[in-house]
């Protein structure tokens, strides 16, 4: 069965407090199947006015804080299917300007006009486990737009290929690309990646793949590589975290108010592949009990 992007607790969605989880499971790349639909977003008079007005004042924003932004093309998640050994993802065209005009900054609009109208790029992170034992993370840096100053995974969002004639987008080389633009690790060096699930953070509702994947370099190695990155400015600093059990769930804890919603997922979905259903379900309770 195809699902479009759920509203809130259909479809055998879970409410997991900052963020809702609509798939999970172990894809590894030839188990996530893409295809692309040209079919646009639905829409009307009304919301193209308040997606041009955001627009308008996102642009002001960034003029007056030296910040430079753009309409890059990006990709609409239309609706996904899932089993027990593959991940089917239809996606279409949208533009950056939608998104912001839609999940970044009115997404209450799905309320009154709809789900259909929502841009819903397809975004992509993935927690970065080192071979010395540890997951990164990045502290965002304070021009960016959304979660400026917060912690959150390394990853970015779907574009389509710049040949429009070229096979369709591929999110596993999507967040690979992330992982070079933004630590400057090179793709050669991804030991193993596996795609954990897909979720939504609560206040955007913007779905997000969320990745585990492992780099043949130690964190030293990647925090001197990632001051040199294309993208190094959206991150202020590199966040480690611990990659055990008990670690990662007192991380959470201590720093609950700093973690976007998709960090929060990402650090749970890698703790679910590592150490089981056991501890997800002991560190969603505990953290429910104690925040």
């Given at each position: 069965?195809?699902?479009?992007?759920?509203?809130?607790?259909?479809?055998?969605?879970?409410?997991?407090?900052?963020?809702?989880?609509?798939?999970?499971?172990?894809?590894?790349p030839?188990?996530?199947?893409?295809?692309?639909?040209?079919?646009p977003?639905v829409?009307?008079?009304s919301?193209?006015?308040?997606?041009?007005?955001?627009?308008?004042?996102?642009i002001?924003?960034?003029?007056?804080?030296?910040?430079?932004i753009?309409?890059g093309?990006?990709?609409?998640?239309?609706?996904?299917?899932?089993?027990?050994?593959?991940?089917?993802?239809?996606?279409?065209?949208v533009?950056?300007?939608?998104?912001?005009?839609?999940?970044?900054?009115?997404?209450?609009?799905?309320?009154?006009?709809?789900?259909?109208?929502?841009?819903?790029?397809?975004?992509?992170?993935?927690?970065?486990?080192?071979?010395?034992g540890?997951?990164?993370?990045?502290?965002?840096?304070?021009?960016?737009?959304?979660?400026?100053?917060r912690?959150?995974?390394?990853?970015?969002?779907?574009?389509?290929?710049?040949d429009h004639?070229?096979?369709?987008?591929?999110?596993?080389?999507?967040?690979?690309?992330?992982?070079?633009?933004?630590?400057?690790?090179?793709?050669?060096?991804?030991s193993?990646i596996?795609?954990?699930?897909?979720?939504?953070d609560?206040n955007?509702?913007?779905?997000?793949?969320?990745?585990?994947?492992?780099?043949d370099?130690?964190?030293?190695?990647?925090?001197?590589?990632a001051?040199?990155?294309?993208?190094?400015?959206?991150?202020?600093?590199?966040?480690?975290?611990?990659?055990?059990?008990?670690?990662?769930?007192?991380?959470?804890?201590?720093?609950f108010?700093?973690?976007?919603?998709?960090?929060?997922?990402?650090?749970?979905?890698?703790?679910?592949?590592?150490?089981?259903?056991?501890?997800?379900?002991?560190a969603r309770?505990?953290?429910r009990?104690?925040?």
């Open positions: 069965m195809d699902h479009q992007p759920p509203e809130l607790g259909f479809n055998g969605t879970r409410d997991c407090g900052t963020f809702f989880l609509d798939v999970m499971d172990q894809y590894a030839e188990n996530v199947q893409v295809t692309w639909s040209d079919r977003r829409t009307n008079d919301v193209e006015e308040l997606i041009e007005t955001s627009w308008s004042e996102q002001q924003r960034a003029e007056s804080s030296g910040v430079k753009f309409n093309e990006l990709c609409r998640l239309i609706s996904y299917r899932c089993d027990n050994e593959h991940l089917n993802l239809s996606l279409g065209p533009s950056f300007k939608e998104f912001i005009g839609t999940n970044a900054t009115q997404a209450y609009i799905r309320h009154l006009h709809g789900a259909e109208v929502m841009a819903n790029p397809l975004g992509v992170s993935a927690a970065v486990c080192t071979n010395d540890l997951i990164v993370l990045g502290m965002r840096s304070k021009n960016m737009i959304q979660y400026a100053g912690i959150h995974p390394v990853g970015g969002t779907v574009e389509p290929p710049k004639t070229a096979a369709c987008p591929d999110p596993f080389k999507a967040i690979i690309d992330e992982l070079h633009e933004e630590t400057a690790v090179p793709p050669e060096n991804v193993s596996l795609c954990l699930g897909l979720v939504r609560r955007t509702v913007q779905p997000e793949l969320i990745f585990d994947l492992h780099v370099c130690d964190v030293v190695s990647l925090f001197a590589s001051a040199t990155a294309i993208d190094a400015a959206e991150h202020s600093s590199m966040v480690p975290v611990r990659d055990h059990p008990g670690a990662v769930v007192s991380f959470m804890e201590q720093h108010s700093q973690l976007t919603p998709v960090a929060l997922a990402t650090l749970l979905l890698h703790g679910l592949k590592a150490w089981g259903s056991g501890w997800f379900a002991t309770g505990y953290l009990s104690v925040i």
